[in-house]
Structures are given as structure tokens and as C-alpha cells.
């Protein structure tokens, strides 16, 4: 266990921790030349076309260090993007210390900080490294007295390195094995080991990712899973070099991959504890905090028949993304379904991609909204994050809203138009900081509702991507909140509904109406769209319908001719449209959910 050392990357999205972990396999030889690619860890289609890390990835990289110890480091390579520091902070309690990356030029940014808490809550050693000193616009000066200032850390202890030139990667390599502590554990104590990631392959069954705290495991042994005492025999065992390799037996301290044929998806749970089932451990190892979801919002197959199909993607995708939840959901326009909870829209956006990439689903998400308090009259207390529960209006005594504390630091020239935005949301309580020279801290407490809808993309263009946005939930509070209904030829369409604030319904309304008037096709007859709250219209868009010239062949003669045939036809689409059906494309749907600037 001595030469171990189990350590991951953190940072703020772009500051070069995908790179980073490049250069250390490639310095070590893990890869050869010829079979290596940037970015090398980012094995997803997804992750290597939008240029981000979602998944977590480990690796084990062998290094012999100048004294000529040899050295077995466990490397974690994280996401940046607050949608998925639930990755990180399960990545963390598999490791012993951290690199803090810092770019030279963007300086400490809200998830810099965010991410040194997670590994300060961890008791984590933390060594901060300043990336990027080649760029042109680096000014490492200012960022070792950020390290100081802001960081509260020991700004002496800093190294400095190039990802992208290989400059300074002997330096952290070795950083690493005299800094980071080895891990602790007996190899001889019954064994413990955490569950900190799984995935499903469809040849070998759940493939278990895991943190061998005390005890030691091999092919042939007898395990169980504390949390519902199933028990697995074990086939194989052995670490990640970028590919599975095999070895025979995992023991205290390392951190690798368990694959016991295990078929029900469902035993498994992120943050389990593994132990044997004839010498188990005294009592499971803390697991990771309950995650909470922010975002709601409900996923159908597009053909009913998929059901089926789509209920076994959820389960094996939940494996491997366990801040994923759902459960069963029916809509009267779209059939059977499932309602998710996501920690964001990024979060969204990936889960619907994976879903239709990895398991081949077609599917349609309904709008996504956040989860709403409702005290009732009679004092019951009610949350609703599914527009379809929203209580009788007669019966609420009181709606509440999740708020939460934003942080935002970036350029002082953009202070007032991101102001502007803030308030624009209904942002209260501001405050402002001048952390340097040239750079501010504005914090804002928002509701989570106006955030989730379209404030990071507009927050983004008005910085121009030089702004950083952290978030955390602070509480609820009361809010007149309403239930907006659309109504497509006098009927609801109950997928599209919507609780919102009062002053922003009639906008959203009349977004809604015209967003579906240019997706539903044109009838026989007349469609009106309505935007309703209860019984009161407060959005209306009109489709005009076909006509056929029915007095084209009515020339001369007397004009009451025309008027018999007008209103024979008259009479025809009223007809119509008392039993007239409309049918909603799937595009309709989509364009609902896109905002103003899509």
C-alpha cells in the first residue's frame, strides 16, 4: 500500500483536466503512440463532440519516481460543469488528494472554489497547480495571489505546468507521490469496499467500479451487497489501463473493477459497500450524501410499443449515472411514461442523448419545470414537480418556490448587463465584490424556476463565455404561482402545461401559442390555441384553415347563389369541427420547450 496513491483532477470547466490526464498516461506509457488520441479518457461520442467530461473516468498509471521507487497511481479524471459535480464528489471519496488545476489566464472561478470545498469536506491534501503558462494572455502572478486570497491555501506550494506543451508533468507526477498520502486500510481486515460507479455490459453482465478500503477480493470468492444482501461470485477482478486488464486479486488501497455476473441491474447502488458474505465487514462504509434533483421532467417513448424497451434503458443508464431518477408517469396525450429528476438542463440535454445514442430509443420530453410547495387550507403540505398534481386553486393557502444562491464572478465591465439579467429573473439580495483587479464576485439568491429556462445560455452571451456561475439551493418561499393550461381546439394538452409565476404567465402563453401555431399543421377547419389559467384565456393564436373555392365555377347570375354554396360550407366546417380531431406533431412539442433564442 505504500506505493499507492489514489489522487484526482479538479477544476473549473476549460481549465485542462481532460489534457492533463493525457499528458500524465502518456508520460508514464500507459499508451503507446500509435493508439493514443486526445482526450483519451472521454470515451462517449457525446463527450468528444461538445469538447466536455461528463463521466468520471479512473485509470491506473505505473511511474517510477527519480528516487527509483515504483509507483501505482490512481488517477480520476473529473467533469467541470455544476450539472455534474455529483460526479466529482463521488470521485473524491475514492482518493486521498487532489490537483486543483488553475488556468493562468481565467484565474479562480465559482467552480474552483465549489470543487476545493468538496475536497475540503473529503479531508483531501490539495495541491494547486497553475495551467496554461504558455498562453500569451497568462498572468501567473495574479494567480498565486488568488491561491492566497481567495483559496485561503498555502500559495508557496503551487506548481506550475503547460498541459497541452507537457511542460512541469515530471514535477506533479512526483508532487503527487511525496505530497498525497498513501491510502490507509488493512489487507488483512474483512473485506469493505465502496461502489463509487457501475456499467452494464451486455456480455459480462454489471460491470462494479470500487474502492478497496479493508480486506482483499479474488476470482472465486463469495461477495454481498450490504444494502440488500445479495450475494455474487466473483470472475473476475483487475484495473483500469484505459482498457479492463485482468489481475488476481485487488487488495486495500487500490481502486479497480469487480464483474460477478450479476444481471439484476437493480442490486446494484452507487455507494454500496462490497464485503464478503462468510467474514463481512462490522458495518457499511459511509456512502455519498442522497443527491438531490433539481430539474423534473417526464420522457415517453414516441411509439407506445417502446415502452417496454425504454423501462430497460432507464435501468441500465441509471447504473451508470446514479444522480439519474425516475419513476412511472401517464399522460393522456402521450401514453406511458417516466418522470425524471435531473441536477440541470445540461444534465437533461446528456440524458436524453445517451438514452437515444447508447439504446437506440426514440423519445419526446414533456417541459421541464422545478419542484413547487403547496400548503393547503386544511394545512397539508404538498410538493409538485408534475404540472398535472397542481392542487385545486380554491384549496392553497400558500405556494412556495425553491430559491437558490448564485454565484457569478467575471469581468468588472460586464457587472451592470449581468445585473440587468439578474433582475430581468427576479434575482433579490445582491451583493458585489471586487475579488482583483478588473474582476468582481456578484451574488444573487433567484428562483430556481428562471434559471433552469433559459438564464445560463443568455448569462453566457452577455459575459461573452468569460463569466463563471455556481449555484446552490437555499430554501423556499412564497410565490404567486399559477397552473397554465393549453388548450388546442378546446381541449388541454396536458404534456404542455406549465406552474408558473404569475407575471411571467401571459408571456409564456402567448410563447407557447405562437410556438405551436407554425408547428400544427393547418385542417379543414378553424384551430384556436388558447393559453388558460382556470377558466380565464389569457394567450390565443388562430390556424386558418384550407378553403376550397367552392364559387369558382358560380359566374353571373344572382348573388344569392354564391351565398347558398358560402353557406352550405359554413355549415360543413362547423360540422368538422365539433368532431374534428387535431394531432399534435412531436416537433410541436420540442418547440415549446426551446426559449426565445433557440
Known amino acids: 500500500m505504500k506505493s499507492i496513491r489514489n489522487f484526482s483532477i479538479i477544476a473549473h470547466i476549460d481549465h485542462g483536466k481532460s489534457t492533463l490526464a493525457d499528458r500524465l498516461i502518456q508520460y508514464t506509457g500507459v499508451v ?25 473516468q479512473a485509470v491506473a498509471l505505473p511511474y517510477r519516481s527519480k528516487s527509483g521507487a515504483e509507483y501505482t497511481l490512481n488517477l480520476l479524471d473529473t467533469p467541470g460543469h455544476v450539472d455534474f459535480s455529483y460526479e466529482v464528489s463521488r470521485s473524491l471519496a475514492s482518493c486521498e488528494g487532489v490537483l486543483l488545476l488553475i488556468d493562468a489566464a481565467q484565474g479562480v472561478q465559482a467552480q474552483t472554489i465549489a470543487n476545493l ?3 475540503m469536506e473529503n479531508n483531501l491534501e490539495i495541491i494547486p497547480v497553475i495551467n496554461k503558462i504558455d498562453l500569451p494572455s497568462a498572468d501567473v502572478e495574479r494567480v498565486i495571489e488568488q ?8 500559495a508557496d506550494l503551487h506548481l ?31 473485506l469493505a469496499a465502496l461502489i463509487f460507479d457501475a456499467q452494464y455490459d451486455s456480455f459480462r453482465g454489471t460491470v462494479i467500479h470500487c474502492r478497496i478500503f479493508d480486506g482483499t477480493v479474488k476470482p472465486g470468492d463469495t461477495i454481498l451487497f450490504l444494502h440488500n444482501k445479495a450475494t455474487y461470485r466473483v470472475e473476475e477482478v483487475g484495473h483500469f489501463l484505459i482498457n479492463r486488464q485482468k489481475t488476481d486479486r485487488l487488495t486495500a488501497g487500490e481502486v479497480g473493477y469487480i464483474i460477478a455476473g450479476v444481471k439484476t441491474v437493480s442490486d446494484v447502488h452507487t455507494g454500496d459497500t462490497i464485503t464478503h458474505e462468510n467474514r463481512p465487514c462490522e458495518k457499511p462504509l459511509p456512502g455519498f450524501k442522497e443527491v438531490k434533483p433539481v430539474v423534473f421532467a417526464s420522457i415517453y417513448p414516441i411509439a407506445s410499443d417502446d415502452y417496454e424497451d425504454l423501462a430497460a434503458a ?41 438514452l437515444e445514442r447508447e439504446y437506440d430509443l426514440s423519445i419526446i420530453l414533456s417541459v421541464p419545470s422545478v419542484r413547487y410547495r403547496f400548503t393547503l387550507k386544511d394545512g397539508t403540505v404538498l410538493y409538485v414537480d408534475n404540472p398535472t398534481e397542481y392542487p385545486d386553486p380554491l384549496s392553497i393557502a400558500m405556494g412556495e418556490e425553491p430559491y437558490i444562491r448564485a454565484v457569478m464572478m467575471l469581468p468588472e465591465r460586464y457587472v451592470g448587463t449581468v445585473m440587468k439579467l439578474c433582475m430581468e429573473k427576479r434575482g433579490v439580495n445582491s451583493t458585489l465584490n471586487y475579488t482583483s483587479p478588473g474582476r468582481a464576485e456578484l451574488v444573487y439568491e433567484m ?19 468569460y463569466g463563471s456561475f455556481d449555484y446552490d439551493l437555499t430554501d423556499y418561499r412564497e410565490s404567486s404561482l399559477v397552473l397554465l393550461d393549453i388548450l388546442v381546439n378546446g381541449e388541454k394538452v396536458d404534456a404542455l402545461s406549465q406552474i408558473v409565476h404569475r407575471d411571467r404567465a401571459r408571456a409564456r402563453g402567448v410563447l407557447a401559442c405562437d410556438r405551436l401555431k407554425e408547428e400544427i399543421p393547418r385542417q379543414m377547419f378553424k384551430i384556436a390555441i388558447q393559453g388558460a389559467i382556470g377558466g380565464e384565456v389569457i394567450s390565443r393564436s388562430t390556424i386558418s384553415p384550407f378553403r376550397k373555392d367552392v364559387t369558382a365555377k358560380c359566374y353571373g347570375g344572382d348573388i344569392s347563389r354564391k351565398r ?16 374534428g380531431q387535431v394531432s399534435i406533431p412531436q416537433s410541436a412539442f420540442l418547440a415549446v420547450l426551446k426559449t426565445d433564442g433557440d
Open 117 to 119: 470545498y468538496l475536497a
Open 147 to 154: 491561491i492566497d486570497s481567495e483559496l485561503g491555501l498555502d
Open 564 to 579: 347558398k354554396l358560402l353557406e352550405k360550407q359554413r355549415k360543413g366546417k362547423k360540422r368538422m369541427k365539433m368532431i
Open 32 to 56: 503507446d503512440a500509435r493508439n493514443f488520441q486526445d482526450q483519451i479518457l472521454d470515451n462517449m461520442d457525446i463527450e468528444r463532440e461538445r469538447g466536455i467530461t461528463i463521466k468520471s
Open 160 to 190: 506550475k505546468c503547460s498541459a497541452k506543451d507537457g511542460i512541469g508533468i515530471e514535477e506533479i507526477l512526483e508532487a503527487v507521490v511525496e505530497r498525497i498520502p498513501p491510502p490507509k486500510g488493512d489487507a488483512d481486515a474483512p
Open 314 to 354: 432507464l435501468d441500465k443508464y441509471k447504473l451508470n449515472d446514479a444522480s439519474f431518477i425516475y419513476q412511472k408517469d401517464s399522460s393522456v396525450a402521450l401514453g406511458q411514461g417516466f418522470r425524471c429528476g435531473f441536477l440541470g438542463l445540461l444534465h437533461l440535454d446528456v440524458v436524453q442523448e445517451r
Open 447 to 465: 428562483p430556481l424556476a428562471e434559471v433552469i429556462y433559459d438564464f445560463y445560455d443568455r448569462f453566457k452571451s452577455v459575459t461573452q463565455g
